[in-house]
Structures are given as structure tokens and as C-alpha cells.
């Protein structure tokens, strides 16, 4: 049996066992058998620089594979391996397959670089090289379809530093934990970059990037409880990780698009080249699931993603394949092109940074159910020139050649109109179906999907107006935002800010106000949620979030002011002694509306009994009826 062998430098001896010890226990989990040797060549050199002898022997290394081992973060070069301490014979094991992929794709390349430089002919070439044969025939886009611009990286010809076998990046994956959103988007995102950047066999990169696919689809559609935690507590950390979820899509995307210019740059055609369809179809989905991760977390979605989806609707149109299903060994497309397409554009009609985070997926899955009944076509003469609401309405805008969203075909003026990459997407059968399931639905309190689509209607039917209008702030005014009853309550009882951040005012209505900050610092922020306003020379007020949009440099959000100020107070529910806080606000007048309490998210139940403390005043309320609720709040009516 042959083996792979390892020398250690500067290793004592507790260590040197460890390390004897790890590589007994990873033994099953390794593609190819390894041992320590003290002599003779190597494969693998690793070095202890938590010795001085283990250091002074790495800094004179030169050739050969290394890796260190140590306890410090940031004592060794960023392109070596790592060990770090303590050494688990899961990572050991994980860095010895790395290593032995490295070996073995070294020597298939120099095997294939002796082949190629032989005079002898090949009499059987394989599919692969004639397929590559038959790309160098065609050297030219077709000139009947659209041109795809689709920049992507630069690729190396030397080993490539990720696992390029399917089998065993499919044992790879699996041994990811299963419960750990960091270290599965962290590790898989190692490997995926460096494959981007490699030059390998067109359908060998297809072959990889589909086993990619179903688990990172899966992280977009994961609610960890961990991560749920996270955002509450840290949302610095949690920032980083929805941040670096975005980028492993982003990577995944750009694995199908270089797979998209190869296929066009060599001429061939998506309705007789099944994998090319299929590599436009993959872009088109995770496209659509990249822009529906940003606005789950109120993101704007990445420059460039909507313009790269549009551009791929008029090469689909042009080449008779929007609707298309192709299927080959092992891959298949159950959606078509034209299906995703139709989702993504009504989820953005519906204007999602309207909406609570939990019904941004519910709108995607209901959108999903409704796509194929909705039309995309060329404006028609009519259209063009049209200005009655009647013939405007459900009728939206699409510039194929823009990085927008549909928009309001009322919106548009009659020479954008005319351009000839402007479409027209009509949402009429989504609002007949809304109508009929309005006709049909009996308990509509209890249906969620019936309340989003109620909610939303006036966005697809495209007669939404505002109630109030807007004046724009002439003056910069700014005020300070409290988020949260921990820090509204802090204000308001110690009559000062320190737990409020400052916010331009934009604009504002009679009942209103759009306020902007720039993005330095984490905002926990989620539609419906109260918030309290202090302004210098005002009573301080309550708002609740009805719009927000974060983008590259700021935050813009969108209030809803409540007429009556608040006030601090605590309370302790009955038969306890934890004490609570809370935020009064007193009775509506010309309102059938009581005193309420706003409290923290699991407070409220039926009749459940609280003692209240009001400056020096204290009194027992029992909750009556719960008015509206979030993420983090409650809102509840009671009696004295």
C-alpha cells in the first residue's frame, strides 16, 4: 500500500503524540493513507512555530507543501495551511484530503501536459476533448441573439488549492456541520472562490457547481436558531454572516455565468445545447434567491444582479426558450427560465421593503404559484401612448436594460415607452385570482396568505397612492431615534439620549416622516416595530417602521407617527417579582381606543394580570385585547 508522508518540525513531545494521535483517528475519514517519517522526501511539511526551532526551519522553507501549527491567530502567512490549536482530528482530517487533492490533480495535469506534447494520436479522444474540439471550431457569439456581457475572474493554470472531484467534494460537504450557518457558508465559500478561478472542463464545472446548489439554497432558506439569536444580541456578527451568505451566492452565480461565456463565446445555442440552458437557468434562480436574501434582511440587492436577469430575458426571448425544460444525466430544470423570471418581477411589484420579515418568503412562495399566469410582452402602440387609468392599471414597466425593478407603467413617459428593450408585465390574472380567493375564503383572520395578499393589492393592481403628501425637508433636521422599550424607556425615565442614534429628516406628511442615517454602525430595525423620536423643543413621540431600505451607504426608513406621547413605567406580572418595563400611551381621544401598553415580544396573554408603577402612582391592569404585535413588540389594550 503506498502512502503519503509527513515530517514535523519543531513540534515537543506532547505535541508530536497529538499530532501521531489526530492522524490515527482521521484514518477513515481520508482519501488516501498518510504517515509521519523523520527522513527521505515528503509530501506534506508541517511546522510548529510555537517553537523557535519550528519557526527558523519554516522561514528557510521553500518548495514542498506546508502548513503550520500553532496557537496564534495571525503568526503565519495567509497562503500557507493552518493547523490551529486545539488540533480536532475533524480539521486535520479535512487538511490532509486537501493536501492529497493537490497532489493528485498535479499529477493528472503533468500526465496531460506529457500526453499533449506527444506526437502520438489519440484514436479514441475523449468526450470531454471533443467536446473542447468542437468549441475552438466556433470562435464567434451568434449574431441573431442578443450579446451577454457577464464579466467574471481571471482563472490560473496552476493546481488549484479546492477539491475538483464530484465524489468527494459530495463526502465534503456532508461532513459539514449541519447546525453551524458560519462554518458551512465559511469553508464552502473556501472552496468555491479558488474553483471560480480555475481553469477546468466546462461540464466538470457544471457537475461541481450542481452539488454546490442544493446546499446553499438550503442556507438561504434556513431560519437557525442560533443565527434568529444573533440578531437580537449581536447584529455586528450577524451582519457579517447574512454579508457573507450574499457573497457565496454572488459565487455560486458566477460559477454558471463563466460556464454561460463559454458556451456563448464559442457560438453555441441554449435550444440545442441542453447544459448551456441549463447554466442560464441556474443563473436566473440564484439571481432571484440572492435579491430575495436582501430583502429579507431590507437590503438593497447587489449592483448589477436585476440588469444581469434582464439581459438574460432577452436572450431567452430571442432564442425560443423562455419556457424551456431540458433534462440531462444526472441534471434537469423543473422551472423554466421564464417561471423565475415571472416570480422575481411580481415579489418586486409587491414591494417587499413594505413588508414584515417572515412574509417576505411567504410572498416569494405565493408568487410561485402565480407566475405562469402572468404575461410579459412588447408594449403595443397603445400601451405606448396610453394615460387612462383604466388602461394603465396592472400594467407595469420593465428597461431590459436597466438594473431596476418593474415600475408603474403610469410612471413611465411615452419615450422610454418606445425603447426597444422595454416589456410590459400585466399582474390582472394575480388580481383575479386575489379576488376569487377573497370570494372563496371563509375564515380570512385565519389566513395568512389571503392577509399578504390582501395587503399587497393595491401594489399589483398599480393604483397604490399615497394618502398624505410628502414635504421635502428645506433645512437639515436631524433627531434622534430610540429602537427597542429597553432604550425608549431609558429616554424617556432619565430624560437623555445616549441610548438613540441621530437621523436626517427627509421628508414629512401630515401623519409621517422619512428620516436617513448613514450605515455607521448596525441598525436592528424591522417593519412594524415602534420606535421613539426626541426632538429638541417637542414632546417626545412614538412611530412605527413602515418602510426600510438599506443600501452600500445608508438607511432610509419610513414612520408612521402615533398621536399620543409616551410615557416609561414598570410592571411586574402577577405572582412574580421580576420587574418589567414598559411604555404607556393614554386613551385616543374622539377614539374608541383606551390607555395600552407597548412591552417586549412574550409578554401578553388573555387576562393575564400586571402591577403597574407610573412615576409614584401604582395600580393593578388586566390585559383586554392584543392591537398589534412584531418581531420584538407587543401592543395591548387593558383595564384598571
Not at 422551472?335 to 413588508?355: D, G, K, T, V
Not at 405606448?384 to 383604466?390: E, G, T, V
Not at 380567493?437 to 399587497?456: G, P
Not at 387576562?607 to 392591537?627: A, I, P
Request: net charge neutral.
Amino acid at each position: 500500500m503506498s502512502f503519503l508522508r509527513i515530517k514535523a518540525y519543531g513540534f515537543n513531545e506532547t505535541d508530536f503524540l497529538l499530532l501521531k494521535s489526530m492522524l490515527n483517528l482521521a484514518d477513515k475519514s481520508l482519501i488516501k493513507k498518510w504517515k509521519l517519517v523523520e527522513k527521505g522526501d515528503v509530501d506534506l511539511t508541517i511546522y510548529s512555530l510555537d517553537s523557535s526551532e519550528g519557526t527558523i526551519v519554516w522561514q528557510q522553507h521553500q518548495h514542498g507543501i506546508a502548513a503550520i501549527f500553532s496557537s496564534e491567530e495571525n503568526s503565519h502567512n495567509n497562503d500557507c495551511l493552518i493547523l490551529k490549536k486545539p488540533l480536532r482530528s475533524k480539521d486535520f482530517a479535512q487538511l490532509l484530503n486537501s493536501v492529497a487533492q493537490q497532489i493528485s490533480d498535479k499529477l493528472v495535469l503533468e500526465k496531460s501536459n506529457d500526453s499533449s506534447s506527444s506526437d502520438s494520436i489519440d484514436e479514441k479522444p475523449s468526450f470531454l476533448s471533443r467536446l473542447s474540439q468542437r468549441f475552438r471550431s466556433k470562435k464567434t457569439p451568434r449574431s441573431e441573439l442578443p450579446s451577454l456581457d457577464f464579466s467574471t475572474p481571471e482563472k490560473s493554470n496552476s493546481s488549484p488549492n479546492t477539491i475538483t472531484e464530484p465524489d468527494l467534494l459530495s463526502q465534503w460537504l456532508k461532513q459539514l456541520p449541519e447546525n453551524d450557518s458560519d462554518k458551512i457558508i465559511s469553508a464552502t465559500l473556501g472552496n468555491l472562490t479558488p474553483l471560480n478561478r480555475t481553469n477546468i472542463p466546462v461540464i466538470q464545472r457544471l457537475i461541481l457547481l450542481d452539488i454546490y446548489r442544493r446546499p446553499i439554497r438550503n442556507l438561504v432558506f434556513n431560519r437557525d436558531l442560533t443565527l434568529i439569536q444573533r440578531e437580537i444580541s449581536s447584529p455586528a456578527e450577524f451582519l457579517k454572516t447574512i454579508n457573507n451568505l450574499s457573497l457565496l451566492l454572488q459565487e455560486l452565480i458566477i460559477g454558471y455565468k463563466i460556464i454561460i461565456n463559454v458556451f456563448y463565446q464559442s457560438g453555441e445555442h441554449p435550444n440545442s445545447n441542453d447544459q448551456f440552458l441549463i447554466a442560464i437557468n441556474r443563473v436566473s434562480e440564484l439571481i432571484s434567491l440572492l435579491i430575495l436574501h436582501s430583502y429579507r434582511y431590507y437590503r438593497s440587492p447587489p449592483a448589477g444582479s436585476m440588469q444581469d436577469l434582464h439581459q438574460l430575458y432577452l436572450y431567452c426571448e430571442a432564442s425560443k426558450t423562455l419556457d424551456k425544460l431540458v433534462s440531462v444525466k444526472g441534471t434537469s430544470i423543473t422551472r423554466s427560465f421564464f417561471h423565475n423570471y415571472r416570480q422575481l418581477m411580481l415579489s418586486n411589484i409587491a414591494e417587499p421593503f413594505n413588508l414584515e420579515k417572515h412574509d417576505i418568503f411567504r410572498l416569494f412562495n405565493i408568487m410561485e404559484k402565480m407566475a405562469d399566469q402572468v404575461k410579459v410582452s412588447r408594449l403595443s402602440a397603445t400601451q405606448i401612448k396610453a394615460s387612462s387609468k383604466l388602461t394603465l392599471a396592472s400594467n407595469f414597466y420593465i428597461s431590459c436594460t436597466s438594473d431596476q425593478p418593474p415600475h408603474p407603467l403610469s410612471s413611465i413617459n411615452f419615450e422610454d415607452r418606445s425603447l426597444p428593450q422595454a416589456r410590459l408585465i400585466n399582474t390582472n390574472p394575480v388580481l383575479q385570482l386575489i379576488d376569487n380567493m377573497a370570494k372563496s375564503a371563509k375564515k380570512r383572520d385565519s389566513n395568512l396568505d389571503f392577509q399578504l395578499l390582501e395587503k399587497i393589492r393595491p401594489q399589483i393592481d398599480a393604483s397604490y397612492q399615497r394618502k398624505y403628501d410628502r414635504t421635502p425637508n428645506s433645512q437639515s433636521r436631524l433627531i434622534n431615534m430610540a429602537s427597542g422599550v429597553a432604550s425608549i424607556h431609558h429616554c424617556l425615565e432619565n430624560n437623555e439620549l445616549s441610548k438613540s442614534t441621530e437621523w436626517t429628516i427627509i421628508n414629512k406628511s401630515e401623519i409621517g416622516i422619512m428620516a436617513s442615517k448613514n450605515n455607521d454602525r448596525h441598525h436592528n430595525l424591522n417593519i412594524g416595530d415602534f420606535v421613539g423620536l426626541f426632538e429638541s423643543n417637542s414632546a417626545p413621540l412614538l412611530a412605527i417602521i413602515r418602510w426600510l431600505r438599506t443600501d452600500k451607504h445608508s438607511t432610509n426608513i419610513g414612520l408612521e407617527l402615533h398621536s399620543e406621547s409616551p410615557t416609561a413605567i414598570t410592571f411586574t406580572p402577577d405572582g412574580d417579582t421580576e420587574i418589567l418595563q414598559g411604555l404607556l400611551l393614554e386613551e385616543i381621544e374622539d377614539s374608541e381606543q383606551g390607555p395600552s401598553l407597548i412591552v417586549n415580544k412574550g409578554t401578553f396573554s388573555d387576562n393575564r394580570v400586571f402591577h403597574v408603577k407610573e412615576g409614584d402612582e401604582t395600580y393593578t391592569v388586566t390585559t383586554n385585547k392584543l392591537l398589534t404585535h412584531s418581531l420584538y413588540f407587543e401592543h395591548f389594550s387593558f383595564k384598571v
